[in-house]
Nanobody
Framework: QLQASGGGLVQAGGSLRLACAVS????????MGWFRQAPGTEREFVAT????????YYLDSVKGRFTISRDNAKNTVHLQMNSLKPEDTAVYYC?????????????WGQGTQVTVSS
């Protein structure tokens, strides 16, 4: 089970820190990712982090503003979002992909709403 939290309403230029608590999985064997979906758009990839936390990838438009991190001792993954823009408004989802799998994200959280006002 993946439980996302930390969303909310923030002004442009502000910050939010999303959290995803994972249970029922061997967390350290899953690549973790954050995705987002704005109304009327397709879900898009935002960031991913390797099992050890040593490798990360980001959507170009969030590079330098967002940071993904994980704590394998606490089975959590975070997304620190700084310098938020109205175009970051979306429902944010965390997801887990088994490191030995095909790269497909098999498990998804319920989503947390992020709204950035201009």
């Amino acid at each position: 089970q993946l439980q996302a939290s930390g969303g909310g309403l923030v002004q442009a230029g502000g910050s939010l820190r999303l959290a995803c608590a994972v249970s029922g999985l061997t967390f350290s064997t899953y690549v973790m990712g954050w995705f987002r979906q704005a109304p009327g758009t397709e879900r898009e990839f935002v960031a991913t982090i390797s099992t050890s936390g040593g490798i990360t990838y980001y959507l170009d438009s969030v590079k330098g503003r967002f940071t993904i991190s994980r704590d394998n001792a606490k089975n959590t993954v975070h997304l620190q979002m700084n310098s938020l823009k109205p175009e970051d408004t979306a429902v944010y989802y965390c997801a887990a992909a088994p490191v030995t799998g095909t790269g497909r994200y098999d498990y998804w959280g319920q989503g947390t709403q992020v709204t950035v006002s201009s």
